[in-house]
Structures are given as C-alpha cells and as structure tokens.
C-alpha cells in the first residue's frame, strides 16, 4: 500500500497544464487541429481502419517525484459518423459501462450546459485485480462548425478494498495500491466528408514501481495506460457506428 503525496499531485497538475496549454494552440486554431493533420502517415493509417496509440514521452511514461506520470495519444476514424455522434457517446456516462470493458458500473451525475458530471466503477485486471470509483467532470466544445474538443478530469478516485462483498470498502483518496490516483483525457473530434476523426491525449499519475514488487506491480503500471486507450478508442468508435 502507498500514499499520494503532495509533490507528486503537484508534479502532475503542473504537466497537466503544459499539455493543456500545447492543445490549446490546436483548439485555438494556431497550429493544425489534429496531431494527425501533421503525421500523413499515421493518418493514412487511422483512415484505413487502424486505432493509432503512441507514447507522447520516450516510452510514454514520465518520473516525477513519488509518481509516474504517463502520457498517451491515441487516434482513429469512425467512417460515416458526425461529429455529434461521437459528443454524444462520450457524453452519456449512463450507457459508458456498455461500451468500455473497464468500466463495470457508470451513470451521469449532473448535467449543465457543456459540463457533464459522471460516476464510474472501474476494474483493472492483470498480475492484480484492482477496483476503483471515479467521479469524472467533462466538457465538450464546440470550436468552429465541424470541430470539437472535449477535457474530462477526475476529480476523485478511491480504490475499492473487497468490492461486491459485505465488506466492500471504499479507502480514502490517494491510499490503496496507487495504479492509479489522477487522470485527464483531451479529445479533439474533427469533421471529414466520409466520417470523424477523433484524438484522444490521456495523462495518468500512479505511483512508482517498488522495489521487489516489479513482477506483479509492473504489468500493471506499464501497460495500463496503453491498453485503457486502445480499449477506449474500439468502444467508443463501435458505439459511434451503432447509433447510426
């Protein structure tokens, strides 16, 4: 068990903001829209069918103190959706535990504007099984007719001892394993004739690996935040097709 330090939530909101600050020139119309209007390849790949995820850091993870802090962009296209479609999907907390496989209970909180509040229960599986609840504020955008960005945060993540169990127990925020304490996804949705192109840019912090407890720990940490995007993406785009 650990403990979310200070320095280390201050590490990743200072990251954080530098990301936000990165994408904002893309929002705000001072660099291309899309990471992948400057990557022909990698666009060409996305248009064919491809999910493309890469590491946005050398191996996409990042040390700050007491933490990692990881750093992921993932890009596809969902032919022959609108732009709307795709708003919608990720909007609509209630339905988002039958699109994502991670997400085992969900439900919509509070809804205001473009501000949308959410709840998920979340299940991490792999050397070890970790549960954890998550309320998740989001926002979606519009920038100019065919464009939209979307920022959702967590704004509280606990860890859940014995979960579905009469002795279910929800541990205080930044205790417990710490595969995972904060999260920030960015995604930026652009119109094309035949279907959308969609961005998603993901920031993580977990704890750092501890001595003697790679094996089980590693897993985990590593290959969380690049397997949660590919599965995010294939939920998101198969949900898109089947509201058509």
């Known amino acids: 068990m650990t403990t979310l330090s200070p320095k280390a939530n201050s590490a990743f909101e200072q990251y954080d903001a530098k990301v936000r600050a990165e994408l904002q020139q893309r929002w705000q ?6 990471w992948l209007d400057e990557h022909a ?4 790949s996305a248009h064919g069918g491809q999910s493309v995820v890469l590491p946005m850091s050398d191996d996409g993870s990042v040390s700050v103190p007491d933490g990692l802090v990881y750093d992921w962009l993932g890009a596809m296209f969902v032919p022959g959706a609108k732009v709307e479609q795709v708003v919608n999907v990720l909007e609509d907390f209630n339905k988002h535990k039958e699109y994502y496989p991670e997400v085992i209970a969900s439900r919509t909180v509070e809804r205001s504007g473009n501000m949308v509040r959410g709840r998920w229960r979340l299940r991490k599986k792999s050397a070890i099984t970790v549960v954890l ?16 960005h979307g920022e ?3 704004t509280k993540v606990s860890e859940i001892e014995d979960p579905g169990t009469a002795t279910e127990r929800e541990l205080p925020p930044g205790q417990g394993h710490g595969f995972l304490w904060r999260f ?5 949705l652009e119109q094309a004739p035949d279907g959308v192109y969609a961005e998603c840019r993901t ?8 001595l003697g407890l790679g094996w089980a720990v590693q897993p985990i940490i590593k290959n969380m935040p690049r397997e949660s995007l590919l599965s995010t993406l294939a939920g998101t785009r198969k949900a898109v097709i089947h509201s058509h």
């Open 203 to 210: 920031l993580s912090l977990s704890r750092t690996v501890p």
């Open 29 to 34: 119309g001072r660099r291309s829209y899309l």
């Open 184 to 188: 920030t996804a960015y995604w930026s």
């Open 133 to 148: 609840d998550a309320d998740v504020t989001a926002r979606y955008s519009q920038d100019k007719p065919g464009d939209w």
């Open 41 to 44: 390849q990698e666009k060409k």
């Open 152 to 154: 959702s945060a967590s």
